[in-house]
């Protein structure tokens, strides 16, 4: 799908939020919203061929624009499991979202539904009637949320699909653009067992698309380490080598590209980079090939409508050669990575940080309640300044 077409499909949502429909609802006439773009038939939100100092300005402009600046809850769970009867800080759903609205976010991706009990509507929200109440909150912040860190079915049941029903019906109340896990396809390192991955996605990211959803998975630093499926082992049949073919690109070519998508976490495509740099080719042979995060999505863009934007400090001494920052305090070059990777405005970055309550903008581990609103303030300001 081209950059207009997205543009309209998201005109189209921003509508359907103004009217309390759902996504499902939406579905029909987002489809034509997007015709109508395609062929200049959408109003003011067509795109014109811009003049040659126009299109100066539009290079030089923000990388990340700002309504595609997002975060994923994991940053400040500590905040939204706070017990509100024992603190004066945001706690909770409502007051968290609250707060970021305040600081200028405008995405939201949840990792999960659970707060803490005394927080208004009670432990957990992933309900038809928690999803309503977490809507209203979103809408009454200008927020619009884009997605979920759940459960992808590992096997193919009735009872399975009648659950991933359920979390779409869920993320349709939320207005959610996609669906998704906070997990690889899975942690295997043998092309059968990607396999029966892409099967299983190709198969529920069709399902998710009747929902109006793209299904995506969130990715760590193994699945970009090198794909074994060469030189069997002559007592257990297993590959022992490799073709050179990273587990996600072999997961990228058997999937659909209409139905699955990916969400890059750029510091783990980074960890993988340090990490898996040459492999064992089917003669024996030990052969570089290092990683290139960006080139990979520049390849396809579209298939990675979400980012992690997880920033981490140089760390040659550790395995990973990076240590968890908050954004903009690391190492990692974003204003390359964004500039290299195509579809500007297309991509939904979610700013991430697993320690944000515990490490600051120096780097120094400093565990504090306020400090995962306080990087997420620092972070945000770092985000809107990306420019390119």
């Not at 992690?308 to 990076?322: I, T």
């Amino acid at each position: 799908m081209d950059e207009l077409t997205e543009q309209a499909e998201h005109d189209a949502r921003v509508l359907g939020r103004s009217l309390g429909l759902t996504r499902r609802q939406l579905l029909a006439a987002t489809t034509g919203m997007a015709a109508a773009a395609a062929v200049g038939l959408a109003g003011g939100h067509t795109h014109a061929h811009a003049a040659t100092g126009a299109a100066a300005d539009v290079a030089n402009g923000p990388l990340v624009p700002p309504g595609k600046r997002g975060i994923i809850l994991y940053t400040v769970r500590d905040a939204v499991g706070r017990n509100p009867l024992t603190s004066d800080l945001p706690s909770g759903f409502k007051e968290v979202l609250a707060e970021l609205a305040r600081i200028g976010y405008k995405q939201i991706e949840f990792a999960g539904y659970g707060q803490n009990a005394n927080s208004e509507g009670g432990a957990n929200l992933g309900t038809p009637e928690g999803a309503q109440l977490l809507r209203t909150w979103l809408d009454d912040n200008g927020l619009e949320a884009e997605g979920n860190h759940g459960q992808i079915p590992s096997t193919i049941t009735d009872a399975t699909i009648a659950a991933f029903d359920a979390a779409c019906e869920v993320a349709n109340i939320l207005g959610f653009g996609h669906i998704g896990t906070g997990s690889d396809p899975t942690s295997s390192s043998y092309l059968a067992d990607w396999q029966a991955a892409a099967d299983r996605w190709n198969f529920f990211g069709e399902r998710a698309a009747t929902h109006g959803l793209k299904l995506y998975t969130h990715n760590h630093d193994a699945a970009y380490s090198f794909l074994l499926d060469s030189t069997p082992d002559a007592v257990t049949g297993l590959p022992t080598r490799s073709t050179g073919l990273r587990r996600l690109e072999w997961f990228l070519q058997n999937t659909d590209p209409n139905y699955v998508y990916l969400e890059m976490d750029i510091y783990w495509a980074h960890v993988a980079q340090h990490r898996f740099q040459s492999y064992t080719a089917p003669d024996g042979s030990v052969v570089q090939n290092v990683f290139d995060p960006a080139g990979l999505v520049a390849a396809q863009t579209t298939r990675f409508p979400l980012f992690h934007a997880k920033d981490g400090a140089s760390r040659p001494d550790l395995a990973a050669g990076y240590s968890i920052v908050p954004f903009g305090a690391g190492d990692i070059d974003f204003t390359t990575f964004f500039q290299r990777i195509g579809a500007k405005g297309y991509h939904n970055s979610m700013y991430e940080q697993d320690n944000a309550s515990t490490v600051n903008s120096l780097g120094v581990n400093a565990p504090s309640p306020s400090l995962s609103l306080e990087n997420s303030a620092y972070s945000y300001g770092n985000l809107a300044a990306l420019r390119g």
